[in-house]
């Protein structure tokens, strides 16, 4: 049974840092895609950072760059988002999602964390 926890939401002033993790567990081997998206009410999903476990190649959505680096631990199992220089428009939930196919769409990823909430205040 697959299972992704993630961790680590909170508030945080504008300007601010926060770090998400997410640990995936009950995968068969092969190649995979663990991605961050995030949601505000009434919005679809957004995808904001995906990488691949197999060669860690990542995307970071426009809206983030310089700002979200996503990365993976050592063992492939744990991804990590780390969120600097916060802006208002970063409150969302922020969800950690798992699949095995190159996408951004919502969609395309079969597996999800419970979701973790990120307020910024400015």
């Known amino acids: 049974q697959v299972q992704l926890v993630e961790s680590g939401g909170g508030s945080v002033q504008a300007g601010g840092s926060l770090r998400l993790s997410c640990a995936a567990s009950?995968?068969?081997?092969?190649?995979?895609?663990l991605a961050w998206f995030r949601q505000v009410p009434e919005n679809e999903r957004e995808a904001v950072a995906r990488?691949?476990?197999?060669?860690?190649?990542?995307y970071v959505a426009g809206s983030v760059k310089g700002r979200f680096t996503i990365s993976l631990d050592s063992a492939g199992t744990t991804v990590y988002l780390q969120m600097n220089s916060l802006k208002p428009e970063d409150t969302a939930v922020y969800y950690c999602?798992?699949?095995?196919?190159?996408?951004?769409?919502?969609?395309?990823?079969?597996?999800w964390g419970q979701g973790t909430q990120v307020t910024v205040s400015s």
């Open positions: 999602a798992a699949g095995l196919i190159r996408s951004l769409r919502s969609e395309d990823f079969p597996y």
């Open positions: 009950g995968f068969a081997s092969g190649n995979r895609y």
């Open positions: 990488i691949a476990t197999y060669d860690s190649v990542t």
